[in-house]
């Protein structure tokens, strides 16, 4: 049997509902088709595994390819997902898949599911399944600002774009153009970096209320190649020559100008070798103005940043040192209490009602976050006034690293949340919270003075008795080594150096750093340590 494009369910059930409310056998006769087109990820080699179906609908990355911005049917992905996998097992009961004895876990379509899928395959694609001659179920439709639409749909041997105007005002010289475009590597799963690639069609003068625009050719195919425009010869895509797939993907950065805003569109084109039909699929968000009120959740999950790995960051302290184990230990405690906080929002989440609500959420989400890894990296950075200081710098890293991610996140990841993002308002919250950990930060600092203070007093207090010098041999050894250096005229800097890892005095608050570490660290403290060794 020929090899078919991939047949998303969608083509099958546009939305979740459709999905939901499918007869069992409907649904199971579409996922038949649906598995046995997506080679080489949900099937490998004529095999089906049942985990890689529910990780692609659910939109995992399990090293299966380039996912999702969002899962394909959005916050009721959940629900589909077990719809589906019911459809699954009706496969099986009904004997159209089997498991594969050679290889545990996995599934074979057996001979009357062969038999099914060329019927249901002919059905709908037409009584020839000849891949040059099938009609191109994976046409497109893109929504944009004042409410206007890109379609780009398959005509005979190309494919044509168009505009179509759904507001009651009237367009001049709009332009539909590719900024540039990144082919996929399959080894990778990801797309390669920007090849330069630049392409603008015709404009279109007039584009009057309630219209569509002339069809322009968006793409030919020539031979092993494709090309924009229809012009033979010209613009075509570029696709590595080290690079054998005969599945070929881009990601083509377009825009249509002209507008009351630039319409940023991130177009996911693949293409097989020999066909004259495309996969296409829009990686940009929503327009807000062409979003009814039951789509406003863009994102599937848009609190990940509390489930960091590692949310203060690397260690950057000695393995097994104190400190080292104290970080290690509050790096555990901010991951569960930000896993706690990732529970409660998701639920604050689903009912949300508006795009300006949900951005409300994050924002009041990330700022939270703030708060408990700036808690924690309090804990293990602050031990006396000079590491305080550190800790100021750091805070001040921190919050210009979050303002420039919640940046991103409305400029390019999310950018119709923008006008509902105030910056202002957001960089004073930014500025009380740094005030407020500096604050926090300057008590702990003068705690520990005082506390320091209050046992030299302790210990003056106390009957003196005889002090017994310290007779440490290592250490004595190693200020023999440090007067000798300094005979030498090295600087401290130069001592530190050749020290190395020698050993560090036991008390120094810099025992668990090495010399040249210690020196950059607390440059003060080692200066001082260095010059009394030398008396």
Not at 324 to 339: G, I, Q, R, S
Not at 466 to 481: A, F, H, I, M, S
């Amino acid at each position: 049997m020929p090899c078919l494009a991939r047949r998303c369910l969608r083509e099958f059930y546009p939305t979740a509902g459709d999905v939901l409310s499918a007869d069992l056998k409907g649904l199971g006769e579409a996922l038949l088709i649906h598995l046995d087109s997506y080679e080489g990820r949900v099937k490998q080699h004529g095999r089906f595994y049942q985990g890689h179906l529910r990780d692609t609908l659910d939109n995992r990355n399990s090293g299966l390819g380039q996912m999702l911005l969002v899962p394909e049917y959005g916050p009721m992905q959940t629900q589909v997902t077990e719809r589906v996998m019911e459809a699954w097992y009706w496969l099986e009961r009904q004997g159209l898949l089997i498991p594969d004895a050679s290889c545990h876990g996995w599934h074979l379509i057996s001979t009357e599911g062969k038999r099914l899928l060329e019927k249901l395959t002919a059905t709908s694609r037409g009584a020839s399944v000849d891949p040059n001659s099938m009609v191109d179920y994976r046409s497109i439709t893109i929504a944009g600002p004042d409410e206007t639409f890109l379609l780009i749909e398959h005509r005979g041997d190309r494919y044509q774009w168009r505009l179509r105007n759904d507001s009651l005002s009237d367009y001049k010289t709009l332009q539909l153009e590719i900024m540039d475009a990144r082919s996929f590597s399959a080894k990778h799963s990801a797309f390669r970096d920007p090849m330069g690639f630049r392409f603008r069609w015709p404009l279109v003068e007039e584009l009057p209320s309630g219209h569509l625009s002339r069809g322009e050719v968006f793409l030919r195919f020539e031979g092993d190649k494709v090309g924009f425009g229809d012009t033979t010869g010209t613009h075509l895509l570029p696709w590595p020559n080290g690079d054998p797939s005969t599945t070929r993907r881009w990601l083509l950065s377009m825009r249509v100008v002209g507008l009351s805003r630039e319409w940023p569109i991130e177009l996911d084109l693949q293409w097989v070798l020999g066909t004259r039909m495309l996969e296409l699929m829009d990686h940009a968000p929503p327009s807000p103005s062409a979003l009814p009120d039951s789509n406003i959740h863009s994102l599937s999950n848009p609190f990940t940043f509390f489930k960091e790995a590692r949310p203060l960051g690397d260690n950057p302290y000695p393995a097994e040192s104190s400190v080292w184990h104290a970080f290690e230990e509050e790096t555990h405690v901010a991951k569960n209490k930000l896993d706690s906080l990732w529970s409660d929002y998701l639920g604050c989440y689903a009912p949300a009602e508006s795009h300006a609500e949900i951005l409300a959420l994050i924002l009041e989400a990330r700022l939270k976050r703030l708060d408990i890894i700036a808690e924690c990296m309090r804990r293990v950075f602050v031990a006396d006034p000079e590491t305080g200081q550190h800790y100021e710098d750091w805070v001040a890293d921190f919050m210009r690293a979050e303002e420039q991610d919640v940046q991103d996140l409305v400029q390019k990841e999310v950018p119709h949340y923008s006008r509902y993002f105030d910056h202002e308002k957001f960089m004073h919250s930014l500025l009380l919270r740094q005030q407020s950990y500096k604050k926090t930060n300057d008590s702990n600092v003068i705690g520990l003075i005082r506390q320091r203070q209050a046992t030299r007093e302790a210990n003056h207090a106390m009957p003196s008795q005889p002090r017994k010098r310290n007779t440490d041999q290592g250490l004595q050894l190693l200020r023999v080594r440090i007067q000798k250096l300094r005979a030498e005229g090295l600087s401290h800097l130069d001592i530190c150096r050749t020290l190395g890892d020698a050993p560090r005095p036991p008390r120094a608050t810099w025992r668990d750093l090495t010399w040249p570490a210690a020196y950059r660290q607390y440059p003060a403290a080692v200066t001082k340590w260095l010059s009394d060794a030398c008396r």
